[in-house]
């Protein structure tokens, strides 16, 4: 009897722990996917997470600079010198975070990327070039923003030229 009791006893703690586990590994998914953007989104620390968090930042910064040569922010030199030198940075940033194989969800890269790695590289390295002019235009004094529209340009098709190619949208 005592024994029957104290499996009873037992079968009912081992019901509570198994809930009490269950629950406790649900709180962890549920997190997991808290800390995506949504569930079944990007995990940021991925390699397309860190490259679409970086292209973010180009949009930002080159948003910025456009701005100030287009009215919608009051130009400061300093400022967009400053932005031209963190832009010309993250463009040499995202291009090590496309792994050899392509991703089968959540990118809008093309196939292209990766069978047409030379000329996606080509315009990569387009990119950078633009932006490295593009510093050295923000840094000639005295600032005026008259003499920024040509680089700016430059760099704004150099985004437009391979989303073109290489980007669904
Ligand atoms: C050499 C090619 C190339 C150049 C140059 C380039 N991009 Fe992209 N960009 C891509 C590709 C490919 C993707 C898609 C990435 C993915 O989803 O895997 C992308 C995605 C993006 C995204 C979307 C990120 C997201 O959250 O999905 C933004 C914003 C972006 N690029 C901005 C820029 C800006 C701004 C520039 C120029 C300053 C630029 N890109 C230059 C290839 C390029």
Same mark, same amino acid.
């Given at each position: 009897?005592? @024994?029957?009791? +104290?499996?009873?006893? /037992?079968? *009912?703690? &081992?019901?509570?722990?198994?809930?009490?586990?269950?629950?406790k590994r649900l709180t962890v998914v549920l997190l997991?996917?808290?800390?995506?953007?949504?569930?079944?989104?990007?995990?940021?620390?991925?390699?397309?997470?860190?490259?679409?968090?970086?292209?973010?930042?180009?949009?930002?910064?080159?948003?910025?600079?456009?701005?100030?040569?287009?009215?919608?922010?009051?130009?400061?030199?300093?400022? @967009?010198?400053? +932005?031209?030198?963190? /832009?010309? *940075?993250? &463009?040499?940033?995202?291009?090590?975070?496309?792994?050899?194989?392509?991703?089968?969800?959540?990118?809008?890269?093309?196939?292209?990327?990766?069978?047409?790695?030379?000329?996606?590289?080509?315009?990569?390295?387009?990119?950078?070039?633009?932006?490295?002019?593009?510093?050295?235009?923000?840094?000639?004094?005295?600032?005026?923003?008259?003499?920024?529209?040509?680089?700016?340009?430059?760099?704004?098709?150099?985004?437009?030229?391979?989303?073109?190619?290489?980007?669904?949208?």
């Amino acid at each position: 009897m005592v @024994f029957v009791d +104290g499996t009873r006893i /037992l079968a *009912a703690v &081992s019901r509570d722990l198994i809930a009490t586990m269950t629950l406790k590994r649900l709180t962890v998914v549920l997190l997991a996917c808290l800390t995506l953007s949504a569930c079944g989104g990007v995990d940021p620390n991925s390699p397309l997470g860190q490259r679409k968090a970086i292209f973010k930042q180009m949009l930002n910064n080159s948003e910025n600079l456009g701005g100030m040569l287009r009215g919608r922010i009051p130009f400061d030199g300093a400022k @967009f010198a400053e +932005g031209a030198v963190k /832009l010309d *940075a993250l &463009s040499h940033e995202p291009w090590k975070h496309f792994p050899s194989v392509r991703e089968e969800d959540h990118t809008s890269a093309k196939d292209d990327v990766w069978q047409k790695q030379a000329r996606f590289q080509e315009m990569a390295r387009n990119l950078e070039t633009a932006t490295g002019e593009l510093v050295i235009a923000s840094q000639v004094q005295p600032y005026k923003a008259g003499n920024l529209g040509p680089a700016v340009q430059k760099v704004e098709d150099a985004c437009t030229a391979c989303h073109k190619q290489f980007r669904d949208h």
